[in-house]
């Protein structure tokens, strides 16, 4: 059973331009959460989705922030005119029954 | 305002000995509790869970204690081993509350000397 799967693992963009992070969950989950961890710092929480719906957004920046998990295919988190604050490390996690939630290996966003 | 709260950065400890990890929180809703470990570039892995009903749960060398009346809990690894060395993430959520996010402290660095 394959686990938490994000690509790409490492991404830099230029300031102004668009980041898109995919996070496929585990096989059977049908709960995700995107997370992000500034350096020195624990992961924040950003949304949690369940298929086609966003449950819970409230640690996502009003602006340039967005997310989907559509009916087919993985999670989405956009992120539009990436600024240079934006650079961290970005967490998808999943779970089945929204208890124990199981973690990817992160994506690494840099903006230049 | 950190609800999750982990106040030691760092913990240094001798192979075979007792490992202690603490964390406070400030939120009375939360009603679960976890564990994480974390090596440099690879995402947390899930260690062990506590639910509020609870006051200890242990999973083979990892044993989790809850005190809800001082909103403290700790995670004792014994023996330690090197491969413990890492960062320990304590989480905690309300899932009563109806959302199940994570609320995370800030992690303290273990290591295990040899």
């Known amino acids: 059973n394959a686990g938490v799967m994000q690509n790409p693992r490492h991404l830099v963009r230029r300031r102004g331009q668009e980041a898109r992070l995919r996070c496929s969950p585990m096989k059977g989950h049908s709960h995700v959460y995107w997370y992000r961890q500034l350096p020195e710092e624990g992961l924040k929480f950003m949304v949690y989705l369940q298929k086609e719906n966003i449950i819970d957004e409230s640690g996502m920046p009003k602006e340039r922030f967005s997310a989907e998990f559509p009916k087919e295919g993985p999670s989405i988190l956009r992120i539009q005119q990436v600024v240079r604050g934006d650079s961290a490390a970005y967490f998808c996690a999943s779970s089945r029954t929204g208890d124990e939630q199981y973690f990817g290996p992160g994506t690494r966003l840099t903006v230049t | 305002d950190q609800q999750v709260k982990q106040n030691s950065p760092s913990l240094s400890v001798q192979e075979g000995r007792i490992s202690i990890l603490n964390c406070d929180y400030t939120?009375?809703?939360?009603?679960?509790f976890l564990w994480y470990k974390k090596y440099p570039a690879e995402g947390p892995t899930f260690l062990i869970s506590?639910?509020?009903?609870?006051d200890k749960n242990e999973d083979g060398r990892f044993t989790v204690f809850l005190n809800k009346s001082a909103k403290h809990l700790s995670l004792h690894i014994v023996p330690s081993q090197p491969g413990d060395s890492a960062v320990y993430f304590c989480?905690?959520?309300?899932?009563?509350?109806?959302?199940?996010?994570?609320?995370f402290g800030k992690g303290t660095k273990l290591t295990v000397n040899p």
């Open positions: 506590i639910s509020s009903i609870k």
């Open positions: 939120n009375s809703m939360f009603d679960y």
């Open positions: 989480a905690a959520s309300a899932a009563q509350g109806g959302s199940e996010k994570l609320v």
